[in-house]
């Protein structure tokens, strides 16, 4: 924790509900951070002289916007499947390598295989790089261990990570990934809910499912989210990624936090999780990298969707770190408007993990920033993939 001032802003983004202009945008800003915590935010003309001696940190004329909160990752994992990128982008079927014992497969394997130590030094580096890139908060998921022990080693790496790192870290238990250990999918949801949820339960904030194709059906994914709130964690679900299953309505239902993905889905799904306080993730990057279409932000966010964005971080279909770039894509390829991208990777993002004093610049908030080196916000989805953090702040403190 640490106290400093934000003087010279010429944009900052603060998200401030109250206001009319969604991303609550104030000219020539100052912020005062007390304590890690927000003190003070207005126009540097009216900074109050009680915050006037704290240290400075003058952003001679640069935007800040909050810090970006990842939605969504698979960050514990070891080894890498460039080989199958390069088969895809050849012509190959993602389902066709899994198929074959390829994909998924292949990741839970060198993950059993790795060392907690080198499992853990791997993922906190790509922690780092997130950080170094603006994300001040990562959700992150179990999934490549597939057996009770190996679920709970990778939740205790996650918690590990979020200890080593100035990151912080939101951990899921996605035992539910795909059915492994040669059981079908009936046996390995018995497995997951009648033994794994119970150990890992403790180590974890949420419980998500792949419902999908090759995975889990809507009748198994409810068994697997039933036993997670039964275990009293939040739920999140994977939901119209590769076929639309009605997994995006079985998360409204439940009142699940978030439904991730959401590619396939149609006008009447948008509409059953604006009725319900279901935040929508979207995960650009991975279409990106699979070549295949992108959900669409443009209908969800115009059917009162709660939107957030995420990089799906793995190594099988989105090996992203940046959420610079996850903007862009959000802002080119799925509809949203620079705006809207920009308060879905905030504000979105922490609505997404029910971090009420994240992604919003306001007295009270936790002082995670970003000092963009560039004028304005605008600049990020039109540089794309260029690491526009001058400066992060991490709990009032530059890391
Ligand atoms: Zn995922």
């Known amino acids: 924790m640490s106290s400093l001032l934000l003087t010279g802003i010429r944009q900052l983004v603060t998200n401030d509900s109250t206001d009319s202009d969604l991303l609550g945008v104030i000219s020539e800003a100052a912020v005062a951070v007390v304590d890690g915590t927000v003190a003070w935010v207005g126009p540097e003309a009216d900074l109050p002289s009680e915050h006037a001696g704290l240290a400075r940190v003058d952003c001679e004329g640069r935007a800040v916007i909050p810090g970006f909160v990842d939605a969504h990752t698979h960050l514990v994992f070891a080894g890498d499947r460039s080989d199958e990128f390069a088969r895809r982008l050849r012509g190959e079927r993602y389902e066709d390598i899994l198929a074959a014992g390829g994909g998924i497969h292949s990741t839970v394997e060198a993950t059993r295989n790795a060392s907690t130590e080198a499992l853990l030094e791997a993922t906190l580096a790509r922690a780092e790089r997130m950080l170094r890139h603006g994300t001040t908060t990562i959700e992150v998921k179990s999934g490549y261990g597939l057996a009770t022990g190996h679920e709970l080693r990778l939740l205790e790496v996650a918690a590990a990570v979020g200890q080593r790192s100035a990151i912080d870290v ?230």
């Open 170 to 399: 939101v951990p899921t238990f996605l035992g539910a990934h795909v059915p492994a250990n040669g059981l079908d999918s009936a046996a390995y949801v018995d497995l997951v809910v009648n033994e794994m949820l119970a150990a890992c339960a403790p180590y974890a904030r949420y419980c998500d499912v792949f419902c999908d194709e090759g995975a889990f059906s809507v009748a198994e994914s409810r068994r697997v989210l039933e036993a997670g709130r039964a275990h009293g964690l939040g739920l999140r679900v994977h939901a119209e990624q590769l076929s639309r299953t009605g997994a995006a309505q079985l998360a409204a239902e439940l009142g699940a936090t978030t439904a991730d993905h959401l590619d396939q889905i149609t006008f009447e799904d948008a509409a059953a999780l604006a009725r319900s306080q279901t935040v929508a993730v979207l995960l650009p990057a991975v279409s990106f990298s699979m070549r295949s279409p992108q959900p669409p932000g443009r209908l969800l966010w115009d059917a009162g969707v709660t939107v957030a964005l995420g990089t799906d971080c793995n190594p099988g279909t989105s090996y992203a770190e940046s959420m610079f770039f996850v903007v862009a894509l959000a802002t080119v390829e799925t509809g949203l408007t620079p705006e809207e991208a920009i308060w879905a990777s905030t504000r979105g993002g922490a609505l997404s993990i029910e971090a009420g004093d994240k992604g919003v610049v306001e007295p009270g908030a936790v002082a995670d920033l970003v000092i963009l080196d560039a004028p304005s916000y605008a600049h990020i989805p039109y540089r794309p993939a260029t690491n526009l953090a001058w400066k992060v702040i991490k709990d009032g403190r530059v890391v």
